[in-house]
Every structure is written in C-alpha cells, then in structure tokens.
C-alpha cells in the first residue's frame, strides 16, 4: 500500500510540476517534462508491468491536460514504458549514464510519435519541441534517475505488485 501511495503521490507532484512550475524554467520556450523522466526512469529500473502500470497512470493525467488529442499520451507512455522495460533488462542500474541517454532518445520518440499522431488526426504541432525538450529532459534525467534508482531500493517499494 505504501508503495502504491508513493507512487501515486509521485505523479501527481511531477504532474503538478510540469503543468504549473516548469514553464517558469523554460529556456526559449521549452521546458522539461519531469513527469515523463520519472516514468521512464521506474520503467528501467523495474521493468515489465510496473513500468507499463506507472504509464498508463502517468499518460491518463497528461491527456486530461492536453486538449487536442485525448489517449494520445496515454498510448505513447504505453509504448515507451514498455519498450524503456525491455532495454532496461540489459542495463547496469547502478549508473546513471546510459539510462539517461535512453531517457533522451525515449523522449525524442515521444515527440516524433506525438507530432505524428497529431499530424495524422489535423492538428498542428512543432517538431523542434522534440529535439530541444530531450535535451532538457537528458540534463535533468541525471539527477532523476539516481534520485529514482534510490528510491526503488527502499524496502517497501521492492514488494511486487498484485495483479
């Protein structure tokens, strides 16, 4: 129960974040999404469907905020969760370095699939977010994921989940 009030407690504050604080951090127009780094950093670390359930969480709160495609993020972080899970089996979690990098190319396949899929439906959008919101995400995925690798190695976020 702890685990899953944790986790809830993180989306929410980092949903929190990237909707009223980040734009204030934002450099020619473009900011992070600390949200986003969260979910994929827990998706290495822990792989599979906690990975997948944390998306899926994570996706519902950002389409409520996004106006011109609601499920868009919704099935973006799906497919990122879980393709960041399957790679993260092969990482060493220990350091940081090459989660982060992933961390940057996932967050550039968000970009380029979300101007995609809004492109295929008529809504307009700019595909330079893409390139410079990973690297936002990249300088700030260094702190996140060791911040987040911590925090699974706590005792009461190590119990598996009950499906």
């Known amino acids: 129960m702890k685990k899953i009030l944790t ?4 989306i929410l504050g980092f949903t929190f974040v990237d909707n009223c604080i980040a734009p204030f951090i934002a450099i020619r127009g473009y900011y992070p999404s600390f949200l986003f780094v969260f979910i994929i950093s ?5 792989e599979g469907w906690a990975g997948i359930i944390i998306g899926l969480a994570a996706g519902f ?8 495609g609601i499920g868009v993020n919704l099935f973006i972080n799906l497919i990122l969760c879980y393709a960041s899970g399957i790679i993260g089996r092969s990482l060493f979690k220990e350091k940081a370095l090459i989660p982060t990098i992933l961390v940057f190319f996932m967050s550039f396949a968000r970009g380029i699939l979300m101007f995609a899929i809004l492109y295929v ?3 307009r959008s700019n595909i330079s977010v893409s390139l410079y919101g990973s690297i936002y995400n990249f300088i ?6 060791i911040w987040v690798y ?3 190695q706590k005792r009461y976020m190590i119990t598996k989940w009950k499906l």
């Open 121 to 123: 439906c008529g809504s």
């Open 7 to 10: 986790l809830l407690l993180c």
């Open 61 to 68: 709160l950002q389409d409520i905020y996004l106006f011109n």
């Open 150 to 152: 911590k925090l699974c």
């Open 140 to 145: 700030i995925g260094v702190p996140m994921y």
């Open 42 to 46: 827990y998706s290495i670390i822990n």
